[in-house]
């Protein structure tokens, strides 16, 4: 005869067995259920390249704004998109509000123009935006010191005290 340990171990494995046939069995049916899918066709685009305008801020010259784009294409489902953007407030913008240039020293007063000017490189561009790889700019000089009329100062006073000395 058995005992009832054996019989209670015995009910357990049955259980335990019965519960991993159930768990294989609903597998085998829920892969089943899917049908294989065709991989995907790679569909060949004729749709171009998205290009995007300037950003236009929203208000004021700087800050956050809108650009579009656009695109061809005979079987595109999208020609034309906006896009949130941002323009830097500490930018230069006298040679485009997207171009960020690194600039060299000032050089000396040119005497002849009153001016005086330094050039930059292209740092970066945002968007793919069209930059100029170098730019120059130029400001007016500070005061102008004249050296001839100081000059002449310098023998006036010479020339007064030469006159003391004489008397």
Known sequence: MQTPQYLQQRRKF???FLAFIFILAAVDTAEAGKKEKPEKKVKKSDCG??????CVPTSGDCGLGTREGTRTGA?????????RCKIPCNWKKQFGAECKYQFQ?????????ALKTRTGSLKRALHNADCQKTVTISKPCGKL????PQESKKKKKEGKKQEKMLD
């Open 145 to 148: 010191t004249k050296s001839k």
């Open 14 to 16: 049955a259980a335990a």
């Open 105 to 113: 020293a000032w050089g000396e007063c040119d005497l002849n123009t």
């Open 49 to 54: 390249e998205w290009q995007w305008s300037v």
């Open 75 to 83: 079987e595109c489902k999208q020609t034309m998109k906006t896009q």
